[in-house]
């Protein structure tokens, strides 16, 4: 995976010099670099006014590079769901996924029975959505107020759009493995438009 494509994907909108700093190279080769990407429809820009002064060059990921970042059996995925739907009706699909829901639960449950704090849920809980295929990762929120969750990449992406229960199901179960002394909130959506998900977990 080109480590450009990856800071994007990692971190969204950025500038050359952000993504040099990032690399540890030089803005000019990074430039070259996007441009190359921009040939291939890869990456895209657009120029925001930040502060005083030109406007600056912000790069992001075209709808093309967000197919070099697997979506896990997606075709197949989409056909089982639009087959259980279409055969046996929304209830079995419902049925699907709370079977899906439970074990997931249970296998996030036993990750986190040895973590005592709340933040160490939270990073367990991350830890277990990276090694997934999310590219998750976790931090205090800046304004002190809980954690964040945040989820760079969805490899049921398109499963997901065909039925948006996965996306509940998951929500539900973060809320319970995480218990009831904090509230769990999904500020960013990638289905509604976002770049990513993220969640906001706050003690109770």
């Not at 995976?1 to 994007?8: H, P, S, V």
């Not at 070259?32 to 600056?56: F, M, Q, S, T, W």
């Not at 991350?126 to 998750?136: C, F, Q, S, V």
């Not at 989820?151 to 319970?176: D, K, S, W």
Request: proline share 3%.
């Amino acid at each position: 995976m080109d480590k450009l494509l990856f800071q994007l994907k990692m971190r969204g909108n950025l500038t050359a010099g952000d993504l040099a700093g990032s690399l540890g190279v030089s803005a000019q080769a990074v430039r070259e670099k996007l441009a190359r990407l921009a040939e291939e429809g890869l990456v895209e820009h657009r120029d925001e006014a930040r502060g005083i002064g030109r406007p600056k060059r912000v790069w992001q990921l075209s709808s093309e590079a967000w197919k070099r970042f697997p979506d896990t059996h997606a075709e197949l995925s989409v056909s089982l769901i639009e087959a259980i739907r279409g055969s046996l009706g929304e209830d079995a699909l419902d049925r699907l996924i709370g079977h899906r829901e439970r074990e997931t639960e249970m296998r996030y449950a036993e990750a986190l029975s040895t973590c005592e704090s709340l933040d160490r849920k939270v990073a367990a809980l991350a830890d277990l959505r990276d090694r997934e295929g999310y590219m998750a990762e976790w931090r205090p929120a800046e304004d002190g107020d809980g954690f964040l969750l945040i989820e760079n990449h969805c490899p049921i992406c398109v499963a997901a759009r065909a039925c948006q229960g996965f996306c509940r199901a998951e929500l539900e179960v973060f809320a319970r493995v995480l218990g009831p002394a904090c509230t769990v909130e999904r500020t960013e959506h990638l289905l509604a438009g976002a770049r990513r998900c993220a969640y906001r977990i706050r003690p109770a």
